[in-house]
């Protein structure tokens, strides 16, 4: 929601015939002379994102942030959604900080993570549209990068992880930053890892180059920590963020 050309963005997408456009959004800058444009865009997923298990641990996970003003946009979108029929997806992706015990029971794996319980203070925040959206929830896992120094939060490994997996992301996403420069994907938050810039040199000319093929071709055999960053993602090693 930061770039203004964002609607424009999806437009042009759409009109070169890409299916599905998302975003994923903390709804603090989705303002009502934002959401009809957005809607007719042609945007296909929104998710937003609110974190923990109440409104005042949100507010205290997402620095800047006001649960009560955040989610009142996302209710005015789907206001509005309903009244145009907008066959636009709305899902809530909600992180929880849980403690020790608690994870070691979650299972053995990123994609067996998935919480069954969405706190009741969104639920309820959202109850009217409640056949109109999906959830999600997931405990809080360590991204690559991450200042645990300043965190108020621990680490936990589980010693559960599955290390045989290959990452999809590195053969399926391209991931552009701000300035330009293509990442390996949406975890790497300070780009780290960098294969080139689009400012300078064309996607295919970047996807194919020796650098980003060696990364590639890193994952294909196993040797995920010679790639350096992701030695430390989430997709090879389960760390969690624990509560004292």
């Given at each position: 929601?930061?770039?203004?050309?964002l609607?424009?963005f999806?437009?042009?997408?759409?009109?070169?015939?890409?299916?599905?456009?998302?975003?994923?959004?903390n709804?603090s800058l989705?303002?009502k002379?934002?959401?009809?444009?957005?809607?007719?865009?042609?945007?296909?997923?929104l998710?937003?994102?609110?974190?923990?298990?109440?409104?005042?641990e949100?507010?205290?996970?997402r620095?800047?942030?006001?649960?009560i003003?955040?989610?009142?946009n996302l209710?005015?979108?789907?206001k509005?959604?309903?009244?145009?029929?907008s066959?636009?997806?709305i899902?809530?992706?909600n992180?929880?900080?849980?403690?020790k015990n608690e994870?070691?029971?979650?299972?053995n794996?990123?994609?067996?993570?998935?919480l069954?319980?969405m706190?009741?203070?969104?639920?309820?925040?959202?109850?009217?549209?409640?056949?109109?959206?999906?959830?999600?929830?997931?405990?809080?896992?360590?991204?690559p990068?991450?200042d645990?120094?300043?965190?108020p939060?621990k680490?936990?490994v589980?010693?559960?992880?599955d290390?045989s997996?290959?990452?999809s992301?590195?053969?399926?996403?391209?991931t552009?930053?701000?300035?330009?420069?293509v990442?390996?994907?949406?975890?790497?938050?300070r780009?780290?890892?960098v294969?080139?810039?689009?400012?300078?040199?064309?996607?295919?000319d970047i996807w194919?180059?020796?650098?980003?093929?060696r990364?590639?071709?890193n994952?294909?055999?196993?040797f995920?920590?010679?790639?350096?960053?992701?030695?430390e993602?989430?997709?090879?090693?389960d760390?969690?963020l624990?509560?004292?």
């Amino acid at each position: 929601m930061l770039n203004k050309n964002l609607c424009t963005f999806v437009r042009v997408l759409m009109d070169y015939g890409v299916k599905k456009t998302a975003i994923v959004t903390n709804t603090s800058l989705l303002a009502k002379e934002t959401i009809k444009d957005l809607l007719d865009s042609g945007l296909t997923d929104l998710t937003a994102s609110y974190d923990g298990t109440s409104a005042k641990e949100n507010d205290y996970i997402r620095t800047g942030a006001n649960f009560i003003n955040d989610s009142q946009n996302l209710l005015n979108l789907l206001k509005l959604k309903k009244a145009q029929g907008s066959p636009l997806n709305i899902t809530i992706s909600n992180v929880q900080v849980y403690t020790k015990n608690e994870v070691k029971r979650l299972g053995n794996g990123y994609s067996d993570y998935s919480l069954q319980n969405m706190p009741s203070y969104i639920k309820e925040r959202f109850k009217e549209f409640e056949d109109d959206l999906e959830y999600t929830s997931f405990p809080a896992m360590v991204w690559p990068g991450y200042d645990i120094i300043s965190s108020p939060y621990k680490i936990f490994v589980n010693e559960c992880s599955d290390l045989s997996k290959i990452c999809s992301l590195a053969f399926e996403t391209i991931t552009v930053l701000a300035n330009g420069n293509v990442v390996p994907c949406c975890y790497d938050l300070r780009g780290d890892c960098v294969f080139g810039n689009i400012l300078n040199n064309s996607i295919i000319d970047i996807w194919n180059n020796s650098k980003y093929t060696r990364f590639r071709d890193n994952l294909k055999k196993g040797f995920y920590k010679d790639n350096g960053i992701c030695a430390e993602c989430i997709i090879y090693s389960d760390k969690f963020l624990i509560k004292n």
